[in-house]
């Protein structure tokens, strides 16, 4: 009986052995895997990440507007890093964002955000703005996206 217990203990050390060779294997074999994706600034030195977007705000339109409307705008970027700018919105700070618009000119410093979803009252909306860089064949590189305070449209 002594002798079964010790022989599955001796197993049991051998196998924990092997996975642990297994696991080491994998883990160095993978340190060598080249960085494949045309985006990666780390893997590509000719990628660049657009700039964060600088002094954005948002200003609601007048209680006696007939189409309510909310105005972003914010310092525009170095073209020379950023192709244009997409705006997300968000129903609460910790919400879901939704892309609604991209201005494809870096060189545009505005955004007017209305239409059916831009309601007046307590509805209070939370955007992002984030720059993006368009590479030939690989596509668009986001940048961060910078917050702006909470937006409330009059009625």
């Known amino acids: 009986m002594g002798f079964g217990v010790a022989f599955l203990t001796k197993q049991s050390h051998q196998l924990r052995f092997a996975l642990f060779l297994l696991v080491l294997l994998i883990t160095l074999s993978s340190c060598g895997l080249k960085r494949s994706n ?3 600034p780390i893997g590509n030195p000719n990628v660049v990440v657009p700039d964060a977007v600088q002094n954005p705000t948002a200003t ?6 007939p189409i309510k409307s909310v105005t972003l705008r914010w310092t525009p970027n170095d073209p020379a890093n950023t192709s244009g700018y997409y705006i997300y919105r968000g129903l609460g700070y910790f ?11 870096a060189a ?5 955000h209305s239409g059916p979803t ?8 939370f955007y992002k703005i984030s720059a993006f860089k368009f590479y030939p064949g ?10 702006i305070p909470p937006v409330n449209i009059p009625d």
Do not use: M
């Open 38 to 40: 045309p985006l990666d």
């Open 95 to 105: 919400s879901s964002y939704t892309l609604v618009g991209t201005v494809n000119d």
């Open 118 to 125: 831009v309601i007046a009252g307590n509805h209070f909306y």
């Open 60 to 65: 609601a339109s007048s209680a006696h507007a």
């Open 138 to 147: 690989a596509g668009n590189l986001e940048g961060a996206r910078a917050e």
């Open 108 to 112: 545009n410093n505005s955004f007017i």
